[in-house]
């Protein structure tokens, strides 16, 4: 045996804070007669330097006629991969936290059924939500405008049902005044690690409405283009059609007094004309 079978040697290397601990525990067990579990999770210091999360669990079976404990036993188990695994994933959770709230885009919570259960401030921005009771008093699917509503609410039961990993789609969407916005609308799923039950969707928005608005606009520049080159093409066509009268005129009527090759020549000339105005 490397410690004694004491008190003394597990207090020795068990950290300072949590000895508090362990012994309110063990004094709540005693001042129930045992009706308190003893029991208590502590971190102690192995040999190595590393540190050994340990589940410690233990009972009074004998007492004295005073009450006052005189035998116990109980057990040690390890729980350090298990407690490693708790630190990680609340670490996990901590990065997404910050990460969800001081995000870019709109993102959300949503229950399997609809319900908003979080979301961040960009999207209480684009959805014009106000505050926490606000939020909780709607559903996702209010936002959706009547001429996409079915097929987003088709689109999010396929994701939350795993009849689809993932959604994303730009659609228009209208805020809590009814006011329209355009936004890159994407659905994800959140399942539980151990059952694979779904816990909510996720979803993200981001707002597209001036990308959208500009190209509305680009394409109505282009129509008015398309109009005015049309109308400039019939402007410049009219003159080119009286000089192509004029020179067919010119070539029937050149005849009397010149002679065969200066008739020749200007009709030549007026042949080009004709043709460099067609």
């Not at 949590?18 to 012994?23: E, H, Q």
């Not at 109980?74 to 910050?98: P, W, Y």
């Not at 109505?220 to 109009?227: A, F, G, V, Y």
Request: charged share 25%; hydrophobic share 40%; aromatic share 10%.
């Amino acid at each position: 045996h490397e410690m004694d079978n004491s008190p003394e040697s597990w207090q020795r290397i068990m950290f300072p804070e949590d000895l508090g601990i362990t012994f309110a525990a063990f004094e709540a067990h005693v001042a129930s007669r045992g009706e308190i579990p003893f029991t208590c999770e502590v971190r102690y210091k192995h040999k190595n330097g590393s540190t050994v999360w340990v589940w410690c669990k233990g009972k009074v079976i004998k007492w004295d006629e005073n009450g006052a404990p005189l035998r116990a036993v109980g057990s040690h188990v390890d729980i350090t991969e298990r407690k490693q695994f708790e630190i990680a994933l609340r670490s996990s959770e901590e990065r997404f936290r910050t990460a969800f709230a001081n995000a870019g885009v709109g993102m959300a919570l949503v229950s399997p059924d609809g319900l908003i259960t979080s979301s961040n401030s960009m999207l209480n921005t684009l959805f014009k939500i106000q505050d926490e009771g606000d939020k909780r008093a709607v559903c996702l699917f209010d936002f959706f405008t009547s001429e996409s509503r079915a097929s987003l609410e088709a689109a999010f039961f396929d994701v939350v049902n795993e009849e689809k990993s993932s959604f994303q789609e730009e659609k228009e969407f209208k805020d809590a005044d009814g006011q329209l916005f355009w936004a890159n609308f994407t659905i994800s799923l959140a399942k539980d690690p151990n059952t694979g039950e779904a816990l909510y969707a996720i979803i993200v928005l981001s707002d597209t409405t001036d990308k959208h608005e500009a190209l509305e606009s680009l394409e109505r520049s282009n129509k008015d283009l398309e109009q005015f080159a049309y109308l400039t093409s019939h402007d410049l066509q009219e003159p080119l059609r009286t000089l192509i009268g004029f020179s067919e005129i010119l070539q029937e009527t050149l005849t009397g007094d010149l002679s065969e090759d200066e008739i020749l020549e200007a009709k030549t000339h007026l042949g080009f004309i004709n043709t460099a105005a067609r």
